[in-house]
């Protein structure tokens, strides 16, 4: 099996520090939590931001300072933003971090439930956020909550209006209202997605370390950080996103998989073509 790539997804828009006290709003917490997680094992940071006061926001330069300051931290690290922001915001407010030329950022699949909102992406959306990141040669990390996601990101890519092979996908399961994460669920999707792409695992909530496990095993890689849970194991706060990774890492290497540094990610995601 190829090398594991280990993603943290170290802030969200949504947890907060009344859930956890380490949870990063501030620039200098930021980067703590990035470095804490690319020191522990990870190769790319999947990246949100917040106002020091926790607000979630996509302003552009508030991406800008946040992103320049993990690179110098965290040396090679891949950066992935996130073009989702928090529900409720424009699509042209959450296009604004690619305005920055990230080597990746996300791409969100389709319309959902999200716990009691909505996330909203229609298919205009979608067409518009495919159409900047053919424009600013950006390698989308497209994210699907549902099964019927990964059918509509495939026709749109036959169709020219995203980036197209090779692909790299982050099935997100688990999140209230969406596709459940069980390994029955994850196996059909990494069985439909075209040969030669790539592929993450990310389970939300109690289902982090089971998926992640399974992810292992199947030869994908995996996604864990505060976004996506806040606990080390059940009524175990993790006291930082490294702790997140330095789990995923053991458990890599119980079932023999080795860890990918930047530069391996780059190579297996395509990223240098």
Not at 194 to 213: E, H, K, Q, V
Not at 233 to 238: F, L, N, Q
């Amino acid at each position: 099996m190829e090398k594991l790539i280990i993603t943290a997804a170290i802030c969200g828009a949504e947890v907060t520090k009344e859930q956890n006290p380490a949870v990063p709003y501030t620039i200098e917490e930021m980067v703590r939590e990035a470095k804490s997680a690319f020191d522990a094992g990870a190769a790319i940071i999947h990246v949100h931001v917040r106002w020091d006061d926790g607000t979630p926001t996509q302003d552009k330069e508030r991406f800008r300072v946040i992103m320049d300051a993990i690179r110098e931290a965290c040396p090679g690290v891949i950066l992935i933003p996130s073009t989702g922001g928090a529900t409720g915001m424009t699509p042209e407010e959450r296009l604004q971090p690619t305005e920055l030329f990230p080597e990746m950022a996300t791409l969100d699949c389709g319309t959902c439930n999200f716990g009691d909102d909505i996330f909203v992406n229609d298919m205009p959306t979608m067409r518009a956020f495919g159409k900047r990141m053919l424009e600013n040669n950006i390698k989308p990390e497209y994210e699907c909550f549902e099964i019927g996601h990964l059918d509509t990101i495939l026709t749109m890519a036959k169709k020219g209006q995203v980036p197209g092979a090779p692909m790299q996908f982050n099935f997100v399961l688990g999140v209230p209202g969406c596709t459940p994460a069980t390994p029955g669920h994850l196996d059909y999707l990494v069985k439909m997605i075209p040969a030669g792409s790539t592929w993450t695992a990310t389970g939300i909530g109690r289902n982090a370390f089971t998926l992640a496990a399974a992810a292992i095993a199947m030869g994908g890689n995996v996604r864990v950080g505060f976004e996506d849970n806040l606990n080390l194991s059940r009524g175990v706060p993790a006291k930082s996103n490294g702790q997140l990774v330095e789990k995923v890492v053991r458990l890599a290497r119980e079932l023999g998989r080795e860890i990918a540094t930047p530069d391996e990610a780059r190579a297996i995601l395509s990223l240098n073509k």
